[in-house]
């Protein structure tokens, strides 16, 4: 079936330093992927998405590209912020129809001042 | 933009109490899903539905029933509360098929039984 692994966490960073969350998903049909961010209290936005190979999604800084040859959407940030503090979910559609999404355990972020 | 509207933000129950969890949207979505998220998990797929009058299972669908009068609204019914469904229930909605479209989320339920 359909599966995503995400980095084990929790993640640590001082403010201004380099972000690298790692997602790999599983091979069948053809899916879109995505990251979310949860803020503590809040429901899940999406941050960005690709929907086929060698895509990039981006936004607020953030990147990640749709690497087919690798199973990955690794998700990247070079100069992150105090602000970015929180749980990061990468996610795969499953290919067909209905929109259900696989999603990953989650990585906590944490960025100190 | 009120999106998607989940009441209530948090409840206690008690061991075979029920109650309906209600969700609604306001942007014509098509597709809405009911979702689980435990401690340290990721989230799980309740239920889902693909317009008014349809619904079906999805990973972890016992305990739970749903229905879809409306395009609006899905509210997910735990008929007898217990322990292992203390968690944390998100509904989302999207509006197109083939899992291209991003799903919109609400803030959330958590629900604890005890």
């Known amino acids: 079936g359909n599966s995503v692994t995400q980095m084990e966490g929790p993640v640590t960073l001082s403010e201004e330093a380099f972000l690298t969350i790692n997602c790999t998903y599983t091979a069948t049909g053809y899916p879109s992927l995505f990251w979310y961010v949860q803020y503590p209290g809040e429901g899940l936005q999406l941050l960005l998405k690709?929907?086929?190979?060698?895509d990039k999604g981006s936004n607020k800084g953030f990147e990640a590209t749709y690497r087919k040859e690798t199973t990955s959407f690794h998700l990247e940030k070079g100069s992150v912020q105090v602000s970015d503090s929180a749980v990061y979910f990468c996610?795969?559609?499953?290919?067909?129809?209905?929109?259900?999404?696989?999603f990953g355990q989650g990585t906590i972020l944490t960025v100190h001042p | 933009n009120a999106g998607v509207t989940q009441t209530p933000k948090f409840r206690i129950l008690k061991i075979g109490q029920s109650m309906t969890l209600q969700c609604a949207q306001d942007?014509?979505?098509?597709?809405m899903y009911w979702y689980r998220q435990d401690p340290g998990m990721g989230l799980k797929l309740i239920y889902y539905s693909v317009g008014a009058g349809i619904t079906d299972k999805g990973e972890v669908p016992n305990g739970y029933n749903v229905s879809r009068s409306t395009t609006e609204d899905f509210p997910l019914r735990l008929e007898l509360a217990a322990p292992s469904q203390t968690s944390v229930y998100f509904c989302a909605s999207s509006y197109q098929e083939g899992g291209h479209q991003p799903q919109h989320f609400g803030d959330g339920t958590r629900l604890s039984i005890l």
């Open positions: 690709a929907t086929k190979a060698d």
């Open positions: 942007m014509n979505h098509n597709y």
């Open positions: 996610a795969r559609s499953g290919g067909t129809s209905y929109g259900k999404l696989t």
